[in-house]
Structures are given as structure tokens and as C-alpha cells.
């Protein structure tokens, strides 16, 4: 329902990636091997950054939605920062809270403060 002097504006979906004010460190890098979220946990494949596994040792966190399924493109990635578990993507067989001790290594905190 429009109220009478305003215009409706459409509608928003909460970001529940980010979780907290720990400062969050941004670069562009080199991603390579799939479509991926934002906020898909990384890890290093040779000098570009692909999704992290179980057995894997993360390295930061997409910040943006890329596709690099036929080429390597760049995109932002989050090299510190506090993160909902809840938002966060990897590859199968593995799961944030399996990686929070790695995770935390690289000062990336993870929480579970919001559903997503």
C-alpha cells in the first residue's frame, strides 16, 4: 500500500555476511576456478584464490559475487574482519565452523549471529 505523497520504493535484503567491527583488510586478487558468492571461503591455488576445503588452509573471504569458470578474473576479497558463519560458502565436505581455527590464524573471526 502507497500512502498519498509517496512512492514506493521497492524492497531490501539484510547483508548478513559482515558480523561484527573487527577492521576488515580489502585487496584485489586473482580468482580462478568456479562461480562463486560473496562470501565464499578462499584458499591460494598457485598465484590466484579458489574455494577452500576441509583439509585446506583458508585465506580470505570473497566480497563480492565472480565468475571465473572459463578465465581468472579479479575481484575483492576480505583479508581480515568478523563474518557470520551463516553467510559463509565451501566447498563440500567442509563447513565455516570446521575452518574457525584457521580461519582465526589469518584474523578472520567467525560468528553465529544472524540466520541467512
Known sequence: MTVQGFTDQGSTTADTLL???????SELAT????????GTVLKASGDALTICGASDTPEAILAEAVDATSEDKQAVVYLTGEFNSAALTVAGGASA??????LRAKNIFIKTNQAY
Do not use: H, M, Q
Open 31 to 38: 580468482i580462478t576456478g568456479g562461480s562463486y558468492t560473496r
Open 19 to 25: 558480523a561484527g567491527e573487527f577492521p576488515r583488510v
Open 97 to 102: 565452523d570446521g575452518l574457525k581455527a584457521k
